[in-house]
């Protein structure tokens, strides 16, 4: 083979008339071609691809001649330029000689150098925690298509730092049209190949490029634009601001606009070419490697711990060597330049023997040249990270590891890729089992990199993670304020404490968390976490300590499978585990008042596990905080008991303020917005369904849901509130804040912040977005202000709000929570404490979402989903101005056109249509109430038009006059008059008559009992306080009249339905 054909020596595989060896390299996978012919002849072999030479060069010796910069330069040839038809002279695609390409990479160089690593930090955490939360809310047996993800993560990370548009790959079924256009037009270039007749035969491939690069532009010339005519944000650090303010030193010149969009499409080509590669081809390797996987799992565990509601910070980041050492092996193995095209300035002998002609293509096939034996050893197929330790580095030839090209030419951004890498696979361990559910078995797709074919796998949570252990001290026991009683952090004992809970609203994970934070501050070693995390796995070592709530009698929905696991655990499931539980509830629904936690307390005793004191109650209709501060109270004495600590535990550790408050001149990710799984949502309708006369409002709020988000009628939408102005503004002024005020909060002591801490934010935000600031003043926050006040007039009065109750009156009770009065309500009662904005924004506890029934159908309004909602808008209870609930003015507020952030969530009351079409219905929803019935009344009139069969139906609404806040009238009459229901209604202000729901149940019982008796189920909606109670009574009282019995018998009837799913609730605390 080896002819002398003008390539010297050089051997190469048999050729074909005219076409030379265009056929002997496969058109799908030409780079394993390639490879195999690498195997077959060597270090160098040649080729002829149709009359054009070309030569392709794997042995390292050979290598190190071919990457002399001064003999050899980048090869813009094939399937790369014609790329240029969209990325024009980008940094990828230029010649070497071009001045855009010098005038670019001088601008673009500094923005990647890894002192600018730590600027796109964030923006890369914003979007791997999106790809997290997405993998956190899969089913077990939900398969990940690897590739995908990788691809939307790298998309839209690259979107983000590089141009600030967002993709929102995660929130969408499909790809963004923007995507489709530049991975067609990619495909499209690479399967030219310049063969006699190909502009006929792909005629139509070439005109839908020219489609697809004129949109990609436009969008592309639009951003820029935009960005130019806004001036450009000076604080927004992408690499757009830089290319547009950027000058090169040499020249003086600046980057044209044109050339700015080749430089945006090209970051967008290369960023999710390359990254996506690298942690697909990673995450096949670790599943492949158990070994390899344990070792890293060891370093995330130790450098980033099991926190999972901490970001990594750059620091950690850095300190991930294994992880890195895995990223370099699996870019060893199957790099993200799989080839890299080169030409000679001139005549050249290779080796001494092998003579390459001047502008002959040379390939450097980086495939090969990272399998060589004489660098790599005797086994290079194997996966071993150990060719990447500092000593296997340094003892490695400078031009044995090409994975991102060649000198001045290689990849502008892989510090940039690494980091990003880096990070997600952190963050992927940190949280994740992996599992490789197919035994998949590597197929290699190639495009313009290279990536794992069809590699789809399955992740789980990983037991022991938690979301953090600090939040406002303002749930800390009554004691841990009082200076007379507080000692200093006990120095770490490590005795295991583990703390977890169930919570859907917040309020009882804000509990656990202030546990979970005293027990850092009592020397303990303390892990928290959700219920559902530890199935099956609570720990024998220490104590664990549960904190949950109920819902309508039902566990939380992050302690659903927890409760399935207790009720069907094997005897002595629990033996040896030491546990405290206290439970949150209100007794408006005495029913089911304490259920979920007294059951998990019950079960645990039968289950073997030890008491270590009687369980806590809360009620929040009466006073939660009280309740919690008592049985907080004697919470670390009884540990130290029960575990034979010799510590005294009956004077509580004092933990020092949380935040220093440092003033900054000077876009952090909002922590609601991210733990509540919320997205941006679009409001496509709001109006009014009041009368102007009925002097409230409730307002019929339309938003239209991002791709892949659905629903069902019966679920919920989670809305993430935003603070009214006027109650913003009434802060700043208390504290002395300018409007555009900024602030750079730092933790003290290492501890961890519930919301972005150690970077400038706007203090506006901090109270619009991020914090609660009507929630009631608790005891211990009052003690507090009182330490904080110096005035001998007003410390006393301060002390007297939380003095002991005396002749049966609870000042507390009376002056405070009856009169729910905020921290800033007497902040602004009594001036002349002294507070800092540090220790006000630490009793501050996170803004909980708001739940509202959903009032529409999928089947009646694809894409979308509407709310019904009751504007909170009157006087404050306190007496002091107005109160302004804050979800729902802020619903109120948002016009056609605003962006809400919200989420649907499935119901866990059983609040569905019954699969049984036969079954009929009975629905009682005064008020907002109704906006479940009407999306059941809305599926029924689809299933009508779908020709079903109905069973009857009937409906009892009320509401005050029928001329001011008859909800949806119009609607429901005309639902009625076609026999979609049975319509009552009950009037409450008309005609000097009081009509409520439970009379006109009691008017039409034998209509009601009628339908019991077939089966019927019956759906409450609305207050639960008063309205669900009178309405228990009406059907129990039907029940004893029909049947003539006892009122006990009539009690178990109605919970013999509860327990059949025929009589559910959704239900809410009263006002």
Same mark, same amino acid.
Not at 603 to 609: D, H, I, M, T, V
Not at 1004 to 1013: H, R, T, Y
């Given at each position: ?17 005219? @076409? ?56 813009? =040839? ?15 695609? $230029?010649?070497?000689?071009e001045d855009n390409w010098t005038k670019a990479h001088n601008i673009l160089l500094p923005t990647f150098a890894q002192r600018a690593m730590a600027g796109y930090l964030p923006l890369m955490q914003d979007i791997a925690g999106q790809l997290c939360m997405k993998w956190e809310r899969l089913n077990v047996d939900d398969d ?29 079924? *499909? ?8 991975? =067609? ?53 992408? &690499? ?50 158990? *070994? ?43 790099? %993200? ?71 001045? =030419? ?39 990199? #290279? ?83 530890? !199935?099956?796995?609570?720990? %024998?070592?220490?104590? @664990? ?8 009698? $039902? ?56 008491? #270590? ?28 008991? $029960? ?83 006027? &109650? ?18 730092? %933790? ?9 801490? *150690? ?39 301060? /002390? ?9 009156? *609870? ?8 009169? =729910?009065?905020?921290?800033?309500? &007497? ?54 101005? #107005? ?6 003015? +802020? ?10 952030? $919200?989420?649907?969530?499935? %119901? ?69 008059? @076609? ?10 202000? +008309? ?16 209509? !009601?009992?009628?339908? #019991? ?27 004893? /009249? ?30």
């Amino acid at each position: 083979m080896a002819q002398d054909t003008g390539f010297g020596r050089i051997p190469g595989p048999p050729k074909k008339p005219i @076409v030379g060896n265009m056929l002997t390299v496969d058109t799908e996978t030409p780079l394993q071609s390639l490879m195999q012919l690498a195997r077959e002849l060597g270090p160098i072999f040649r080729l002829d691809m149709m009359g054009t030479p070309m030569v392709v060069v794997s042995g390292a010796s050979l290598v190190e001649e071919i990457c002399d910069e001064n003999r050899f330069d980048k090869a813009v =040839r094939g399937s790369l330029r014609r790329v240029r038809s969209a990325a024009g002279d980008g940094l990828f695609t $230029a010649y070497t000689q071009e001045d855009n390409w010098t005038k670019a990479h001088n601008i673009l160089l500094p923005t990647f150098a890894q002192r600018a690593m730590a600027g796109y930090l964030p923006l890369m955490q914003d979007i791997a925690g999106q790809l997290c939360m997405k993998w956190e809310r899969l089913n077990v047996d939900d398969d990940i298509d690897v590739v995908h993800d990788m691809t939307a993560l790298a998309l839209d990370t690259i979107g983000v730092c590089g141009f600030d548009y967002r993709f929102n790959s995660f929130y969408r079924r *499909d790809y963004h049209p923007f995507i489709d256009a530049l991975t =067609r037009t990619l495909e499209t270039c690479m399967v030219q190949r310049g063969l006699p007749f190909e502009k006929v035969i792909l005629r139509k491939r070439l005109e839908q490029l020219k489609t697809d690069v004129t949109f990609m532009s436009k969008l592309v010339d639009d951003i820029v634009r935009e960005r130019r005519r806004g001036g450009g944000d000076q604080a927004q650090k992408d &690499l757009l601001n830089f290319m547009l303010a950027g000058v090169d030193k040499t020249t003086g010149e600046s980057l044209s606009d044109e050339n700015i969009r080749y430089q945006i499409i090209t970051f967008l080509i290369a960023g999710h070419e390359t990254t996506s590669g690298l942690m697909s081809f990673t995450l096949y390797f670790l599943l492949n490697n158990p *070994d390899v996987l344990e070792k890293a799992y060891e370093e995330v565990d130790r450098v980033l711990g099991n926190d999972i509601g901490v970001m990594p910070t750059i620091s950690q980041v850095n300190h991930l060597t294994y992880v890195q050492q895995v990223l370099n092996e699996a870019l060893r193995l199957w790099p %993200t330049a799989p080839a890299i095209g080169l030409y000679p300035y001139n005549d050249e002998m290779l080796g001494g023997q092998y003579k390459v002609k001047k502008n002959t293509f040379t390939t450097l096939l980086t495939l090969m040249l990272h399998r060589d034996p004489s660098i790599w050893g005797a086994e290079p197929e194997r996966f071993n990270p150990d060719n990447f330790t500092r000593e296997a580095e340094a003892s490695r030839p400078a031009h044995a590891f090409k994975p991102w090209g060649n000198g001045q =030419r290689a990849c502008i951004g892989r510090q940039f890729a690494m980091q990003e890498a880096t990070l997600v696979i952190g963050m992927i361990l940190q949280r994740f089992q992996l599992f490789d559910h197919q035994k998949y078995q590597l197929r290699i797709k190639e495009t313009m990199s #290279i990536k794992p074919d069809g590699f789809r796998m399955r992740v789980k949570p990983r037991p022991g993670r938690t979301r953090g252990t600090v939040i406002p001290g303002a749930a800390l026991g009554d004691q841990a304020t009082q200076s007379a009683v507080q000692v200093a952090r006990r120095p770490k004992h490590g005795t295991p404490l583990t703390v977890l809970y169930g919570s859907n609203l917040g309020t009882t994970e804000d509990l656990a968390r202030a546990i979970a934070q005293a027990g850092e501050l009592n020397g303990f070693d303390v892990v928290m976490d959700e219920l559902d995390a530890r !199935v099956g796995n609570l720990p %024998t070592q220490g104590a @664990v300590v549960i904190a949950s709530a109920s819902y309508n009698g $039902a566990p939380p929905d992050n302690a659903t499978r927890f409760m399935e696991w207790l009720e069907k655990a094997e005897p002595d499931a629990a033996k040896g585990v030491n546990y405290l539980v206290f439970g949150c509830g209100n007794r408006d629904w005495a029913s089911t008042f304490q259920a979920t936690p007294r059951r998990i307390d019950e079960r645990l005793e039968a289950l073997g596990a030890q008491r #270590i004191t009687q369980r806590g109650e809360g009620d929040a209709r009466e006073d939660l905080d009280g309740q919690f501060q008592d049985w907080f109270k004697g919470l670390f004495p009884s540990l130290g008991e $029960a575990l034979g600590l010799d510590i005294d535990f009956s004077e509580q550790a004092e933990a020092e303020p949380l935040y220093q408050v440092e003033i900054v001149s000077g876009q952090p990710v909002n922590p609601v917005v991210h733990q509540s799984g919320a997205v941006a949502m679009t409001v496509v309708g709001n109006r009014e369904l009041q009368s102007s006369g009925s002097g409230r409002s409730t307002r019929h709020v339309e938003v239209a849901l991002p791709d892949g988000l659905g629903y069902r009628a019966g679920d919920h939408l989670c809305v993430v509130p935003v603070n009214d102005p006027t &109650l913003v503004e009434r802060v700043e002024r208390r504290f002395g804040f300018a409007p555009d005020a900024q602030v750079q909060l730092k %933790t003290t002591g290492g501890r961890q912040a519930p919301f972005p801490a *150690d970077g400038p934010i706007p203090v506006r935000r901090i109270l619009s977005d991020y914090v609660e600031l009507q929630a009631v003043a608790t005891r211990k926050q009052i003690q507090i202000m009182a330490a904080a006040t110096r005035c001998p007039f007003t410390r006393p009065q301060l /002390e007297a709000l939380v003095a002991e109750a005396k002749d049966g009156v *609870d000042p507390y009770k009376a002056e405070v929570f009856a009169k =729910r009065r905020s921290v800033l309500d &007497l902040l602004e009662q009594f001036p002349a404490c002294e507070l800092s904005f540090g220790q006000y924004l630490e009793m501050l506890p996170l803004l909980a979402p708001r739940y509202y029934s959903i009032s529409s159908s999928p089947s009646s309004q694809a894409g979308c989903c509407s709310i019904t909602v009751g504007v909170v808008d009157g006087p404050s209870r306190s007496g002091n101005g #107005i109160y302004r609930g804050a979800c729902s003015n +802020h619903l109120a507020q948002a016009g056609e056109g605003a962006v809400i952030h $919200a989420t649907t969530r499935e %119901t866990k009351a059983g609040f569905r249509l019954p699969d049984d079409r036969a079954r009929p219905l009975i629905m009682v929803g005064p008020g907002t109430g109704l906006a479940p019935f009407r999306a059941f009344l809305q599926e029924r009139e689809a299933m009508a038009k779908a020709g079903e069969a109905l069973a009857p139906a009937m409906l009892f609404f009320g509401c005050r006059h029928p001329e001011q806040d008859f909800l949806y009238r119009d609607e429901l009459e005309t639902m009625a008059s @076609v026999g979609l229901v049975d319509l009552h209604v009950a009037f409450s202000r +008309h005609d000097g008559e009081r009509t409520y729901v439970q009379d006109l149940i009691r008017k039409n019982g034998a209509a !009601v009992w009628k339908l #019991i008796e077939s089966g019927a189920h019956i759906y409450v909606c609305g207050d639960g306080s008063r309205m669900e109670p009178d309405v228990k009574r009406a059907l129990t009282r039907l029940y004893a /009249e029909e049947t003539d019995a006892d009122p006990q018998e009539a009690d178990a009837w109605i919970e013999r339905l509860a327990k059949e799913n025929r009589y559910v609730l959704d239900v809410w605390a009263g006002n």
